[in-house]
């Protein structure tokens, strides 16, 4: 039996991917949400535990209930990620704390607790980034930005790091998908509109952009042949991208001046 963990399993993204590898696994399923039980039910072999990743002492405690089944994993696939919106100028340097906390800090303590069962599997670590991962730096999504910057040089390093370990580290880079994290994004944007003294004018404006955006988000079952690759290929990519935006990626090969001229109109 090969084991595998996975932090923010109740995201629909998450969901469809398990279910696509479900008769090869044993599942260590880690989430905030304590629906997530509810969600899996029909699983052959799971074990549950309900934690924020954040919380001290809390990879300390999942550590301890995985060890107790297991001494090897053999894959382990961080999931769970939040989005933050606004203002470098407005918003509470907490804001920026917070997502770094669950988009690159946890992650990080995971990988270095749970080090030893990997290695002794020569297990795969898929991290979950984001187009927004290797995009130029963009006004008002920057929090999620630089995170996802963050874990993709942390990614790069770590797999340099363990590749004489046999740890294959794998990063995917997913556009819009249909999960609730789209419903965030349109919350928070509300959210801001109403907060921001300087911005009103241009996170309107912004706002309705993204809602556009949104409405082509791709559905959350679309990501599965993609990590499916990840997870099983001899010699998996080092990235993956998947479903992401073509605009994006034009405006990313821009000259920077013609990125901040095109930001200022349409951002
Ligand atoms: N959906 C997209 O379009 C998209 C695009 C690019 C990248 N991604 C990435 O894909 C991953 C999954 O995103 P998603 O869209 O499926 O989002 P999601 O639906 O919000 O799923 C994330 C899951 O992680 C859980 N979680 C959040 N904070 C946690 C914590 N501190 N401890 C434990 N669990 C926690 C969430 O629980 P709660 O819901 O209770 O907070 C949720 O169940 C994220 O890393 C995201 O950045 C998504």
């Given at each position: 039996?090969?084991?595998?963990?996975?932090?923010?399993?109740?995201?629909?993204l998450?969901?469809s991917v398990?279910?696509?590898?479900?008769?090869?696994?044993?599942?260590?399923?880690?989430?905030?949400?304590?629906?997530?039980?509810?969600?899996?039910?029909?699983?052959?072999?799971?074990?549950?535990?309900?934690?924020?990743?954040?919380?001290?002492?809390?990879?300390?405690?999942?550590?301890?209930?995985?060890?107790?089944?297991?001494?090897?994993?053999?894959?382990?696939i961080h999931m769970?990620g939040?989005?933050?919106?606004?203002?470098?100028?407005?918003?509470?340097?907490?804001?920026?704390?917070?997502?770094?906390?669950?988009?690159?800090?946890?992650?990080?303590?995971?990988?270095?607790?749970?080090?030893?069962?990997?290695?002794?599997?020569?297990?795969?670590?898929i991290h979950v980034s984001s187009e927004y991962g290797r995009l130029l730096?963009l006004?008002?999504?920057?929090?999620y930005t630089?995170?996802k910057h963050?874990l993709e040089i942390?990614n790069d390093?770590?797999r340099?790091?363990?590749?004489?370990?046999?740890?294959?580290v794998i990063k995917i880079r997913p556009g819009a998908f249909?999960?609730?994290?789209?419903?965030?994004?349109?919350?928070?944007?509300?959210?801001?509109?109403?907060?921001?003294?300087?911005?009103?004018?241009?996170?309107?404006?912004?706002?309705?952009?993204?809602?556009?955006e949104?409405?082509r988000a791709k559905d959350a079952?679309k990501i599965v042949k993609t990590f499916r690759r990840a997870i099983?290929k001899?010699?998996p990519h080092r990235a993956y991208n998947v479903g992401n935006s073509l605009k994006m990626k034009i405006l990313n090969y821009?000259?920077?001046?013609?990125?901040?001229?095109?930001?200022?109109?349409?951002?």
């Amino acid at each position: 039996m090969k084991y595998a963990l996975i932090t923010g399993a109740k995201s629909l993204l998450a969901h469809s991917v398990i279910h696509s590898i479900k008769d090869d696994y044993f599942f260590f399923l880690v989430d905030i949400d304590p629906s997530l039980i509810e969600a899996y039910k029909d699983l052959p072999n799971f074990d549950v535990i309900i934690r924020d990743i954040t919380k001290e002492n809390a990879v300390d405690t999942i550590f301890e209930s995985i060890s107790k089944k297991t001494d090897r994993l053999d894959l382990v696939i961080h999931m769970a990620g939040i989005v933050e919106l606004g203002s470098l100028v407005e918003v509470n340097v907490n804001t920026l704390k917070k997502i770094f906390e669950i988009n690159l800090f946890s992650i990080y303590q995971i990988n270095q607790r749970f080090f030893p069962l990997i290695a002794k599997a020569k297990g795969r670590i898929i991290h979950v980034s984001s187009e927004y991962g290797r995009l130029l730096g963009l006004p008002f999504h920057s929090f999620y930005t630089m995170s996802k910057h963050a874990l993709e040089i942390y990614n790069d390093s770590l797999r340099r790091e363990v590749q004489e370990f046999g740890i294959k580290v794998i990063k995917i880079r997913p556009g819009a998908f249909k999960t609730s994290m789209q419903s965030r994004i349109i919350s928070q944007f509300k959210q801001q509109v109403e907060f921001t003294k300087l911005f009103k004018v241009r996170l309107t404006k912004l706002q309705k952009l993204m809602l556009g955006e949104l409405k082509r988000a791709k559905d959350a079952d679309k990501i599965v042949k993609t990590f499916r690759r990840a997870i099983y290929k001899s010699h998996p990519h080092r990235a993956y991208n998947v479903g992401n935006s073509l605009k994006m990626k034009i405006l990313n090969y821009l000259p920077s001046g013609l990125q901040d001229w095109a930001l200022s109109k349409f951002f």
